[in-house]
T-cell receptor, first 115, second 115 residues
Framework: DQQVKQNSPSLSVQEGRISILNCDYT??????FLWYKKYPAEGPTFLIS?????DKNEDGRFTVFLNKSAKHLSLHIVPSQPGDSAVYFC??????????????FGKGITLSVRP | KAGVTQTPRYLIKTRGQQVTLSCSPI?????VSWYQQTPGQGLQFLFE???????NKGNFPGRFSGRQFSNSRSEMNVSTLELGDSALYLC??????????????FGPGTRLTVL
């Protein structure tokens, strides 16, 4: 049973426009969420995170929104750049239950930013 | 600060053999987690070591084992290799206190191919 779902396998956007990557989760014990970016032949790189006590977190061009009641989060990238083309993984964990090390990942979304 | 390093980067083995993968965490990090990435299952948590003790474990058979040394370096061992063990094995390190939020930083991975 997949507890973190990224239902769209791919997304293509024009350079300069907004990219919106979605993620849903089913486990109500998750209370900390992260986004990682991965290029081929490299390990995932941490992008941004959000705690369940917040509904929004911003870092430069990246903003993550969390809707706890809907068990949904999204990553907004504005403006999108060709260098953002990569696979984006949503991950969730339960740090306050002692399982902070165990990340549960979605299957990833391949983002392509067209010049 | 140097990042997480993993050796070897690529490995080819045959069914029935065993393999040992190595991970050196970021200096000062005491937690090392291991993940398996396959096209079908995505990124799945194997186990986590903290201060030389296994602290969390995923749902993998006992053929998958690991250990951590006093300098926080970790090794992962897979015995009696099966074709389905072909995957990218990723190591991640963090400060990893008892509770709380510690971002995990990933290494580049070891690509294991089982023939």
């Amino acid at each position: 049973d997949q507890q973190v779902k990224q239902n769209s396998p791919s997304l293509s956007v024009q350079e300069g426009r907004i990219s919106i990557l979605n993620c849903d989760y089913t486990n109500s014990m998750f209370d900390y969420f992260l986004w990682y970016k991965k290029y081929p032949a490299e390990g995932p790189t941490f992008l941004i995170s959000i705690s369940s006590i917040k509904d929004k977190n911003e870092d430069g061009r990246f903003t993550v929104f969390l809707n706890k009641s809907a068990k949904h989060l999204s990553l907004h990238i504005v403006p999108s750049q060709p260098g953002d083309s990569a696979v984006y993984f949503c991950a969730a964990t339960s740090p306050y239950t002692g399982a902070n090390s165990k990340l549960t990942f979605g299957k990833g979304i391949t983002l392509s930013v067209r010049p | 600060k140097a990042g997480v390093t993993q050796t070897p980067r690529y490995l080819i083995k045959t069914r029935g053999q065993q393999v040992t993968l190595s991970c050196s965490p970021i200096s000062g990090h005491r937690s090392v987690s291991w993940y398996q990435q396959t096209p079908g299952q995505g990124l799945q948590f194997l186990f986590e070591y903290f201060s030389e003790t296994q602290r969390n474990k995923g749902n993998f058979p006992g053929r998958f084992s690991g250990r951590q040394f006093s300098n926080s370096r970790s090794e992962m061992n897979v015995s009696t290799l099966e074709l389905g063990d072909s995957a990218l094995y990723l190591c991640a390190s963090s400060y990893g206190g008892l509770a709380g939020i510690y971002t995990q930083y990933f290494g580049p991975g070891t690509r294991l191919t089982v023939l």
